[in-house]
């Protein structure tokens, strides 16, 4: 039976990292929501021209919508005896009803599995100034651009996995991650309600430390689930 995990956590918790450490080690399939919106911008998409200013300016896009991209990528990507990562989807207590509602009535092979990212706001602020994606819309892989990480790019600037160049995102500005911390506290006791009353136990990994602890434990967790 395959997993759905799904990656709950602020912006800079490390759910791009942890899922990037998940496709190398497991060879998970993973949908970041935040990447494919970003994908549709550059590709200049109607959809892409809908939710511009929305992300630039650190909001969430409609629920609607967003489930209807989550929907149609699963179809296309998805089957039953992998595992997916879903990385910054459900984010709202609507997208979450409807993701239980999809899996229960068109995707019963799947087995709902939530791990939330527990971070601290300065170490969010703090990881965030330093963060870097690469340009490729196809890539988007996440760096740190403080050398000392273990994110760091092999080459200054330069995405390891594909050689593209590496960019900051608009989204990363200071007064866009405090709407976007805003938005994820907002919603996040909701959505913790919402899975406690399904009887979904939500398993909280300690994410102010460097990505190969955050990793470690989701491993020895995860397998203890199996
Ligand atoms: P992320 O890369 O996860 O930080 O997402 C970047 C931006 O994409 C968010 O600030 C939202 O504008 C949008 N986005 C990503 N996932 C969702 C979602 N599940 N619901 C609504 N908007 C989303």
Known sequence: MGRMIVFMGPPGAGKGSLSQQCRAHYGWKQLSTGA????????????GK????????????????MVSMVKDWLKEHASADESVILDGFPRTLRQAELLTDLLKKEMPGYELVIIKLAVEDDVVVRRLGGRAICKNKDCQAVYSLYELSSLAPKVPMTCDLCFSVLVSRADDESSSIRERLRAYYASTDQLVEFYY????????LDANRVPEQIFLEFDQKISAQR
Do not use: M, N, W, Y
């Open 36 to 47: 494919l919106c970003r994908k549709h911008i550059i590709e200049g998409t109607s959809i």
């Open 50 to 65: 809908q939710i511009d200013f929305a992300i630039q300016s650190g909001k969430l896009i409609p629920d609607d919508l």
């Open 197 to 204: 009353v399904q009887g979904i136990e939500i398993c909280e």
